[in-house]
């Protein structure tokens, strides 16, 4: 293995499927990149690597790892950084919990998740893992705005291999609901400090008694930085809920609940909470005290509910009377009819940038409990993005379905540097105690923000620096320039938040000369205008805050490629190094079920092959290696030759899978080195492997096929032995043999 501290590109370890691909995908590139010199060394960001490092004392020396991602997110704030991250989970508290048990039984020394601490102990235990749940890793390593758009070569396969997309009727009953009043959107307040105001800031809740709490002290917000704050009502969402409810019933459609418990690590498992307590209002009103002295937490979903009630006093009554009122309830969106999994049963499984698109690529339908689709009510309580998802819904309930094989495309310059507005995941989110106010007072004395709250209200704030927000106008001047299209910054000047930015925007575009080739447009708008551009085959280059890059970078790739794990995902790093992104990885907890029932992996490695590319290609430049940008070259004739040949993998056992398509990828990557004439000594290296990967295709393939239709055993879901899994993801000796 490279020396981690002084490989060239540090690719991440990370989880699930992304990580079972890596076993096999690895040693390629590894083999291939030494050929121009180039050293691959890996870093462990997975849950699992993450857990592991924050709780050395009870550990072996064996058994103890470095902080890995602290030591990336140095690395990332240097100039030479080249990291290749894969999808990692974001984690909820079920999953976190769930990886806690797991490395208990395989003998780590590993203290329980706390949920209600009381003992020192149990605190700073509590603390550690609330740095490690949710989307921990992204702001670490995200040091720059980030540049998302389709491939060259899978928008060409896109177009000429068209996906299937479902029918949609102009009477279709699926709709978008969200929230009136009462919420964060409608709650918001922002503004941008000056010089006077920069420093230290206390958020503080003051009681109706008098009683000031100091909720967080001592957060650094420089001048020119933009700082929100603003609140959910939680009187207001048990309401809308309960009104969905009934409304849904009513309608005869499916009631789903679209939230990002992951990336949202506070306040959106508490919304989900909320919805589970609503859906089952009467058992919580009848056996409010026996779920509560069994240790129910709604927040964790009906499936730990279910689970914990097993377990508890009169625990055949209350699931008779859970029964009873599902019965009384609208069906819900399944997300696994055969199995009984709801959309209320763990708050990681429906995840809103996934969902909602996959929904509208069907034709406005999501599974029912009876393994039938059905029209859907989509219920998105916070309004601050749900326009985008109801407009696209009105669109195609007016239009019909996108055509793939024509469509354009739509690009993402996402504001994302610096823990740009990191709402809901950040440590400045709180489920308030008691009634009163909240108010952030700045060094100077000075009440920036202030808001009047109940008890159970979710405040929070968040903040989005200067700097970040210049770096993100000019990568959107520098995309818009290079594609030359339409480009449209999706802010609502009605908003507090897009307000502020509006007024960095403005001035920037007018002072660089290119005012009019941008619009600047509220969501619901910007929606329509970017879907018109892509069903009439254009190009349009949307420019927007970090949520909404992780919702449009889902949506329109969804739509347009079938997938957005194919997507070409580049960091441009604020101090010049490159983070090169690999794609989503919503779809990887099925793909690992899959292959532990029959050892057929089906996960599409085509995002970790874009990101290769793009990175030796980067590596080129900053270390000044033409080799390395002939290995990159030759990347994009291997990735074009995978989806040319249809050697992604299929779906069923007995079809290609994960391990078919990185033989291709090799084969195809050594071909081109071996025909190109731009380094003589690559070809010639090159040219013996390519014949020898050629001449055992069938012995290799056959390899391959042989291990399928079994069970397969990783030794761990959340953490796999290593042995185990390289045997089960490398099962071609002859192949082995050949890349080393």
Known sequence: MSDQNNADIIYTKVDEAPELASASLLPVIRTFAAAAGVTVGTRDISLAGRIIAAFPEGLTEAQRQSDDLAILGKLVKTPGANVIKLPNISASVPQLTAAVKELQSQGYDIPDYPETPQTDAEKEARKRYDAIKGSAVNPVLREGNSDRRAAVAVKNYAQSNPHSMGTWSADSKTVVSTMSGGDFRSNEKSATLTADQAGPVRIEHEAADGTVTVLKDGIEFPEGCVVDATFMSAAALSAFLEEQIAETKEAGTLFSIHLKATMMKVSDPI?????????????????????????????????????????????????????????????????????????????SDVIIDASIPALIRAGGKGWGPDGKEADANCVIPDSSYAAVYDETIRYFKETGALDPSTAGTVQNIGLMAQKAEEYGSHPTTFEIPAAGTVRMVLANGDVLHEHAVEPGDIWRSASTRKAPIEDWVQLAIDRQAAEDCEAIFWLDETR??????????????????????????????????????????????????????????????ILELGTSAKMLSIVKLMNGGGLFETGAGGSAPKHVQ?????????WDSLGEFCALGESLKFLADVRNNPKARVLGKAVDVATQGILDNNKSPGRRVGQPDNRDSHYYFALYWAEALAAQTEDADLAAHFAPVAQALAENEETIVSDFAAVQGRPADTGGYYHTDPEKTESLMRPSSTLNGIIG
Not at 322 to 332: A, G, H, N, S
């Open 496 to 557: 507090a938040h897009d307000a502020e930015l509006i007024r960095y925007v403005r001035p920037i575009l007018e002072a660089k000369g290119v005012a009019g080739r941008f619009q600047i447009m509220a969501p619901r708008e910007a929606t329509r205008a970017s879907l018109e551009t892509v069903r009439k085959g254009g190009i349009s280059v949307a420019v927007t805050g970090n949520v909404l890059r992780d919702y449009l970078t889902d949506l329109f790739p």
């Open 271 to 347: 919304i989900f909470g909320h919805a589970v307590k609503a859906f089952l209002k009467p058992v919580f009103e009848k056996y409010g005290a026996e779920l509560e002295a069994a240790g129910v937490n709604p927040n964790s979903g009906l499936g730990a509910l279910l689970d914990t009630v097993k377990g508890a006093p009169k625990s055949a009554e209350i699931l008779a009377e859970i029964d009873r009122v599902m019965e009384q309830r609208p069906p819900m969106y399944m997300v696994n009819s055969d199995k009984g999994i709801s959309n209320l049963h763990v708050p």
């Open 594 to 602: 899959q292959l532990m029932e029959e050892n057929h992996l089906r």
